[in-house]
């Protein structure tokens, strides 16, 4: 087994990590079961130390895999869950899911199905911006309320440190006091609408988790393997044009992680890879001069499936 870090490496709370880990979400029942564990044991093969999972992927399918293929953890691994984005049971609205109540089940759940006496981190996915917005009529549960069970779940024990999802600038500042070791927002070279959010965390020392690091098949979320600066220098370099994406990641600031998931060993190897590519300072500045796009309100509504 490697020592080596895909990235090199960054820390999540108390924890240091390599700067890309695994994002396991699409390791569900439509892959089969022989599949998902050869990734996931590539990835910490490879060095990566921080797999991102939810009790909600696949109803709790994609937990079980994880503890299936990894237990015995490694000492370092770092899972990192969330809460707030399904309820603990049942096809119910999605502001249902934030309760206090379904947080504290949420947890439960991720606990016992990846055999764990304590989730690492925690993140809490706020749905009050989009992507993710609650159907009209739902009410956004109190931040304050949330975060006083997640203080209380870390008191417990039963996670070890708080993070927060899906959040503009005014509700990450008001959720910091908690002591927030995490934030995870959409974001890319082609989708910079959360750059004030980003430079707080790196002010506070805070990590930068982007989800949709690459962009998706969702509109409002273009492909940034398909922009046209991106190809022409992945083609410069021999790389791919994710591989590029996910560089200018780890360069624009030293606080991104990055969790890029993939169902094929290959592709976790080429993303992993990306963490050796080095961009030119002139490659960086075209990258940076890219106009990153907003996204738009047609991308809200199928988010509300959280497939990413």
């Known amino acids: 087994m490697t020592t080596s870090h895909p990235g090199g490496t960054g820390t999540i709370g ?3 990590v390599a700067r890309i880990g695994y994002g396991a979400m699409g390791l569900g029942h ?3 079961r022989d599949d998902a564990a050869a990734v996931l044991r590539r990835a910490v093969e490879l060095g990566v130390n921080h797999i991102d999972t939810a009790s909600f992927y696949d109803d709790g399918t994609v937990n079980r895999r994880i503890r299936d293929a990894l237990t015995p953890y490694p000492d370092d691994l770092v899972i990192v869950s969330k ?3 399904r309820p ?3 096809p119910v609205p999605l502001a249902l899911a934030q309760h206090p109540a379904d947080l504290r089940a949420t947890v439960e759940r991720d606990l016992a199905e990846l055999g764990l006496e304590q ?4 993140n809490l996915r706020r749905a009050d911006i989009g992507p993710g917005l609650t159907a009209e009529g739902d009410q956004i549960v109190e931040l304050d309320d949330q ?3 997640m203080i209380t779940l870390r008191d417990e024990g039963k996670i070890g440190a708080i993070g927060i999802s899906n959040v503009d600038l005014p509700t990450l500042r008001r959720a910091l006091p908690a002591g927030i070791v995490c934030v995870q927002n959409a974001y890319s070279l082609l989708n910079r609408s959360h750059e004030d959010e980003l430079a707080l965390c790196r002010e506070q020392g805070i990590a930068w988790v982007p989800f949709f690091p690459l962009g998706s098949a969702f509109p ?3 492909k940034v393997a398909e922009n046209a600066v991106v190809q022409r220098i992945a083609a410069d370099l021999g790389a791919g044009g994710a591989q590029v994406g996910l560089a200018w990641l780890l360069a624009h600031a030293p606080n991104n992680l990055l969790i890029a998931g993939t169902t094929s060993v290959a592709h976790l190897d080429e993303n992993l890879a990306a963490g050796a590519l080095t961009l030119s300072e002139q490659q960086l500045a075209d990258l940076d001069a890219v106009e990153a ?4 309100g047609d991308g809200v509504q199928p988010f509300l499936d959280e497939r990413r």
Do not use: K, N, S, Y
């Not at 989730?119 to 925690?122: G, L, M, Y």
């Not at 796009?293 to 738009?296: I, S």
């Open 220 to 222: 409002g979320f273009p």
């Open 147 to 149: 975060l006083a069970e």
């Open 30 to 32: 439509q892959l089969p």
């Open 293 to 296: 796009a907003l996204p738009d």
């Open 83 to 85: 809460v707030g984005a």
């Open 14 to 16: 108390r924890h240091t």
């Open 119 to 122: 989730i690492p981190v925690v």
């Open 88 to 90: 603990a049971a049942g």
